[in-house]
């Protein structure tokens, strides 16, 4: 049975900085591709990162610059540190694991079978 379990939001100013994990059990990260994708009141999920089976990391637009990925196959986890955070940036955040090799572009939903409950993050101006 796979779980993903996200920590690490909280409140914080316009600038400021948070460090994302998801610890995934039931689950082998290193040849799998997984991904962070937030959603805002209102608003459709979106992915925000991803890395492919094959190690390719691909981000949306608007954290370029600020987010970066990373996973420790040794520990299962998952990161997203996230730098000059901004209040538009303000969503809960959700780990998800893809089931089976996938690569390429996959900042859609759709590419993912197994999702965590989601960790809020939220930024103040």
């Known amino acids: 049975q796979v779980q993903l379990v996200e920590s690490g939001g909280g409140s914080v100013q316009a600038g400021g900085s948070l460090r994302l994990s998801c610890a995934a059990s039931?689950?082998?990260?290193?040849?799998?591709?997984m991904g962070w994708f937030r959603q805002a009141p209102g608003k459709e999920r979106e992915g925000v990162a991803t890395?492919?089976?094959?190690?390719?990391?691909t981000y949306a637009d608007s954290v370029k610059g600020r987010f970066t990925i990373s996973r420790d196959n040794a520990k299962n986890t998952l990161y997203l540190q996230m730098n000059s955070l901004k209040p538009e940036d303000t969503a809960m955040f959700y780990c998800?694991?893809?089931?089976?090799?996938?690569?390429?572009?996959?900042?859609?939903?759709?590419?993912?079978?197994?999702w965590g409950q989601g960790t809020q993050v939220t930024v103040s101006s």
């Open positions: 890395i492919d089976s094959n190690g390719r990391i």
């Open positions: 039931g689950y082998t990260t290193n040849t799998n591709a």
């Open positions: 998800a694991a893809g089931r089976g090799r996938i690569v390429g572009w996959l900042l859609n939903p759709q590419f993912f079978a197994y």
